[in-house]
């Protein structure tokens, strides 16, 4: 899917709880996209976004850089189906200890097929199915994520070499075929809980995620 005319359409002082940090809203069009779920037509022109947290002296080495996907339930709810919320703070306790980092914040709920859409995918899980088989079920791809975005952010922001943290794979793909070389891959592997100790398993087995399995507490 082409991704055109990717632009920064704001750039703002950022104080939080975590620390110092600059915000920076992108944007870019992607042309023709594919569409996610079948029988469905996608618009000749998808406009995607991110946010950019920003700390520090970007520019003296590689950065941390962490690529988050959106997850409302996770991050703002803070779900114990998934273990999104405690990657993101991992990440941002990770990048406030260096003193410098980016993180990427992606709109793509759901491994993008969107928020209503990943309710009703809870709701067959509920029944049985795993994440993977609940998207399909509903007619989605597994993952409709395509991770293209975030490399062009980072050439925008002059970076062209990254520590990543990551357990997904095709992360670090997207970003290397962007021209960004990933020179370290930081786990961001975090204490399982019971209550998503499938979905982590279903990541690994499924999804090629660098997970180790390790046992609940």
């Not at 990717?6 to 110092?20: C, I, N, Q």
């Not at 997904?168 to 100790?197: C, D, H, M, Q, Y």
């Amino acid at each position: 899917m082409p991704l055109q005319n990717v632009r920064k359409v704001a750039d703002a002082d950022f104080p939080s709880r975590w620390g110092h940090f600059r915000i920076l809203g992108f944007e870019g069009d992607v042309v023709s996209p594919e569409p996610c779920r079948e029988g469905t037509t996608a618009p000749a022109l998808r406009v995607e976004g991110a946010v950019a947290l920003v700390m520090g002296d970007i520019h003296a080495a590689p950065p941390i850089v962490r690529i988050h996907s959106q997850c409302l339930t996770g991050d703002v709810f803070h779900s114990l189906r998934c273990d999104c919320r405690q990657q993101l703070e991992l990440a941002l306790s990770k990048i406030v200890e260096e003193g410098t980092g980016i993180l990427l914040y992606e709109q793509q709920e759901g491994r993008g097929i969107g928020l209503m859409a990943k309710l009703k995918a809870y709701e067959l899980q509920d029944q049985g199915l795993d994440t993977i088989e609940a998207n399909l079920e509903l007619g989605f791809k597994a993952d409709c994520r395509e991770f293209e975005l975030p490399g062009e952010v980072l050439k925008k922001l002059g970076i062209h070499a990254v520590r990543l943290i990551t357990n997904n794979p095709e992360k670090v793909a997207a970003l290397e075929s962007a021209g960004i070389r990933v020179v370290e891959r930081i786990s961001a592997e975090i204490e399982p809980e019971k209550t998503f100790e499938r979905y982590l398993q279903v990541k690994r087995d499924k999804m090629g995620h660098l997970i180790d399995p390790q046992p609940v507490k």
